[in-house]
């Protein structure tokens, strides 16, 4: 028997959750479904996201409410439309075997009408976020006062978010003897205040220590000089082959730019941050959760709410300015139960930093060594074997070509063939690794280095190794920066690390190639055609490379180039993110570092910082 039942779950709703595949409930589960079932306590619950929080409070809400009336009976409040639409789906599916259940998700950035329209058809839950719930209070289109049950998932995120004046007003039109649910992955005084403020006599639940992280988390630094920075993320990448994480940076244009780089030098990556349209968020997020990217490159505001399973490493290529938000970026891997690594990639005045976290995480970091350029093609090189061990084989297409492929390797024994198939990845890794330099910054010498690294980073920029191409093909012919990349570096048969900027127009677009490169652009793009038309490349009369403008954005669609240099594919290697980094980037429009036009979203109110 499915042990939910134990806790009280009815017959209906246990069979929809076992059909997602919940045999055993999670310790945030058995703990608090039946205090919550009871229906007459306020709850503060603090548990770090991942731990089950949604059907904690979902699978009670649909046990309580009455089905057979159409008005609403409970509001859940969550920071973000991502989290919002997850907990309502997740609801849906629990009640999948119910009849009558209607919830409605209500969050920005979407049509306000068909929200409405389905608030009018009926609803027992609500599912919201603060601003676009309020925006729909003051139009009077919504009637709480039959609201049983209010739930602040993500409190400490919500207020974080500055949505305490909005939750205020929010509440205000909900009956007082509602009852009150709050989780919270951290419970900062804020957060105590509100619970005070809202609630009575709450039964309090804490799964794990007060602020701890989640157990399954490993955490782990590593001291860099800054000017390495990017080459030490680059190859602790690499000798994760496996990996799927998200890398958090510590503002968009850092965050665009990172991504930007990663993906010139031929990895699976793209940027989620406040300055893409709701539209392209979702785009990424699609494609990160669908595996075609390895890498999300996010800030702190974007990947909030973000519910994938099976991260397996977040990555802090810059600390956060407050010390919860790394609890926050940790809790995106390790979820449902697995395992997950938390690393942090430092320079050593930021030692100090990593003992604050501690102190408030309640766990030691491991300090890590950045893996040797031999460590990481050993690792590649069984990665590789692995697949290869794995890989389906298409027995009936294979077929054919077995009688030539033997007859290629007839003098070969069993032996040398593995030998020459191990090698034809691993000379690469060995070509591109060979006198990598150890980027493990050297203890005594750091503050001054690490000073002198941030600057480099800088000024390396710009010079005039690049000419800026123009080609009469554009976003009208559906080619984003990455596709753009792809389709010059095939035509021209040059490798992807050779080009610069890219600028993306209407009906043309600008690239950069290395000057020694010109030449066999031009003449491998002779003939080619697009869709029927001519393709022309002319060196463009604006000359070498400027500051990057703040561009258009590429959208998405780019995947890991094959053949060329670097065993990313071509385009990659470890100085290839020093080019551009003087210059402005993004779609941010503003200058480097530049906060002024900073939304409400990216200005969170100041708790504990460092
Ligand atoms: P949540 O903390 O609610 O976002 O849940 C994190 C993930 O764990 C989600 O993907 C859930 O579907 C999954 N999950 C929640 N409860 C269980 C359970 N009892 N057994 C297996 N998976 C679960």
């Given at each position: 028997m499915n042990p939910f039942i134990n806790l009280g779950i009815r017959h209906d709703i246990v069979n929809a959750i076992s059909e997602l595949g919940f045999e055993n409930p999670t310790p945030i589960q058995e703990q608090s479904i039946p205090v919550l079932l009871t229906g007459s306590n306020d709850f503060v619950g603090l548990a770090q996201t991942g731990t089950g929080k949604t059907a904690a409070f979902g699978l009670p809400l649909l046990e309580l409410l009455d089905f057979e009336e159409n008005h609403p009976q409970a509001l859940v409040l969550c920071p973000t439309r991502e989290l919002c639409l997850q907990i309502t789906n997740d609801i849906k599916n629990y009640a999948k075997h119910m009849n009558n259940v209607n919830v409605v998700a209500v969050y920005g950035g979407a049509s306000i009408q068909d929200q409405l329209r389905q608030i009018k058809r009926g609803v027992q839950i609500v599912v919201a976020t603060p601003g676009r719930m309020l925006d729909i209070i003051n139009r009077k289109a919504i009637n709480f006062s039959q609201v049983r049950f209010v739930v602040l998932d993500e409190a400490d995120e919500m207020l974080n978010m500055g949505f305490q004046e909005d939750i205020d007003s929010i509440l205000?039109?909900?009956?007082?003897e509602k009852k009150t649910w709050l989780f919270s992955a951290t419970m900062p005084s804020e957060v105590r205040r509100i619970a005070k403020k809202y609630m009575d006599n709450p039964f309090e639940l804490t799964?794990?220590?007060?602020?701890?992280?989640?157990?399954n988390i490993e955490h782990e630094y590593y001291v860099v000089r800054a000017r390495d920075k990017y080459a030490a993320f680059k190859r602790i990448v690499d000798n994760n082959p496996e990996i799927f994480g998200i890398v958090f940076c510590r503002t968009k244009i850092e965050t665009q730019e990172i991504a930007e780089s990663l993906i010139k030098d031929g990895y699976n990556a793209d940027a989620l941050h406040g300055d893409l349209s709701q539209q392209q968020r979702d785009k990424v997020m699609k494609r990160y959760r669908e595996r075609s990217l390895q890498l999300l490159i996010a800030t702190d505001v974007a990947a909030r709410g973000i519910d994938v399973n099976d991260v397996t490493h977040v990555i802090n290529y810059s600390l956060p300015d407050e010390i919860e938000n790394y609890t926050h970026r940790s809790g995106r891997t390790a979820r449902a139960g697995k395992m997950g690594v938390s690393i942090a990639i430092i320079n050593s005045k930021e030692l100090g930093k990593i003992r604050q976290i501690e102190r408030v995480i309640g766990k030691k970091f491991v300090k890590a060594e950045i893996p040797t350029g031999f460590d990481v093609c050993e690792k590649q090189l069984f990665a590789l074997i692995h697949k290869v061990h794995k890989v389906e084989v298409n027995e009936t297409q294979i077929e054919q070509y077995i009688p030539r492929i033997m007859d290629e390797f007839a003098e070969l024994s069993k032996e040398d063939v593995i030998k020459r198939f191990a090698s034809l990845e691993f000379n690469r890794f060995l070509d591109y690794y060979q006198n990598a330099p150890d980027l493990n910054a050297p203890a005594d010498d750091f503050r001054r280095d690490g000073e002198r690294g941030e600057r480099g980073m800088r000024d390396s920029g710009g010079k005039s190794e690049y000419t800026r191409l123009f080609i009469n093909l554009g976003s009208v012919d559906e080619f984003n920066r990455g596709d753009l990349l792809g389709y010059i570096c095939n035509n021209s048969k040059i490798s992807g690390r050779t080009v610069g900027k890219i600028d993306v127009k209407g009906v043309y677009s600008f690239f950069e190639v290395n000057n020694g490169d010109v030449e066999q652009v031009m003449n491998n793009f002779k003939g080619v055609e697009f869709k029927g038309r001519e393709v022309r490349i002319e060196v463009s009369g604006e000359g070498t490379s400027s500051p990057r403008s703040g561009g258009e954005r590429r959208e998405g669609g780019y995947q890991r180039r094959e053949g060329g240099g670097g065993y990313r594919g071509g385009g990659r290697r470890e100085g290839g993110f020093n080019r551009d980094r003087n210059s402005g980037g993004g779609n941010s429009g503003g200058g480097f570092r530049d906060f002024s036009g900073k939304t409400r979203e990216e200005r969170p109110e100041r708790r504990r910082r460092f």
């Open positions: 205000s039109t909900t009956p007082d799964m794990g220590e007060k602020n701890t992280g989640n157990v």
